[in-house]
């Protein structure tokens, strides 16, 4: 059994839908736990952290369990082998937001929970034709959002003595190949502008972190993404073989 704890919000929610079913195609036993606060970043997470606030949504292995519990409760709750967090996406580019609140944060659970190894996930860059109110930080360009959060993603876990969960050089890389490219008429890895494709761009991501946390390969993986969310929506096998052949070219574990 493999525990592993996300203290994030919906780009964690995204990432951790499918990871318990492909960790299980892969004959990988997992407890897959997100904590959910919308647009969360880490100031509020260690705000959290220091009042007991108990404001996350527990979603387990891919749901929601309508249960609300804070840092303290969850850190406590398994001996946890994993315990993964980021910065907001809006934030994510801009390198002065993450201290000293990810120094915190990292020290406090390594303190509780030293037996466990923390990482964090690279979040992505907003698509190119998104409306999210934050993206005219990053002057409405994928590009710049994307070369700005890996620069700041990779100063913070350097300096902490962190892997990185590489979800945002990953989705980029899918970009770049059809069925993917969105600027001639391919699929969107979004289904909002910044959220992920319920199928594709959610399925991409738990492949990356399956991959990131146990080093198996998910070129074989025979998991097929079915999700409340798209019921009606087909799946296209040659666009996950994509996912998959980027993935393995991408990452070295």
């Avoid at 659970?109 to 996930?121: D, F, G, H, S």
């Avoid at 860059?125 to 959060?149: K, W």
């Amino acid at each position: 059994m493999i525990n592993i704890l996300s203290i994030g919000n919906s780009f964690s929610q995204d990432a951790t839908h499918y990871l318990h079913k492909i960790a299980e195609a892969g004959g990988v036993d997992t407890k897959v736990v997100n904590l959910y606060i919308g647009g969360c970043n880490l100031e509020r997470h260690w705000s959290n952290v220091q009042s007991g606030a108990e404001d996350y949504l527990y979603e387990l292995n891919g749901k929601s369990t309508e249960k609300y519990i804070s840092v303290q409760e969850a850190l406590r709750e398994e001996k946890w082998d994993y315990i993964i967090t980021q910065q907001a996406s809006h934030d994510s580019g801009w390198s002065e937001t993450y201290e000293p609140f990810l120094g915190n944060l990292v020290c406090y659970i390594r303190k509780q929970v030293p037996e466990a190894e923390i990482l964090m996930q690279e979040t992505w860059a907003y698509e190119i034709d998104s409306t999210h109110g934050n993206f005219p930080r990053y002057h409405n360009s994928q590009q710049e959002m994307y070369e700005r959060l890996r620069k700041a993603y990779n100063a913070a876990a350097d300096r902490h003595g962190l892997r990185l969960i590489p979800c945002g050089d990953i989705i980029q890389k899918l970009r770049e190949n059809p069925p993917f490219i969105y600027e001639e008429g391919g699929i969107s890895l979004c289904r909002d502008g910044f959220h992920m494709n319920y199928i594709y761009g959610r399925y991409a991501l738990a492949a990356v972190w399956y991959k990131s946390i146990t080093g198996n390969s998910v070129e074989d993986n025979t998991y097929i993404p079915m999700t409340s969310s798209a019921p009606d929506e087909k799946v296209d096998l040659e666009a996950l073989k994509v996912i998959k052949c980027i993935i393995e070219r991408n990452m070295a574990v």
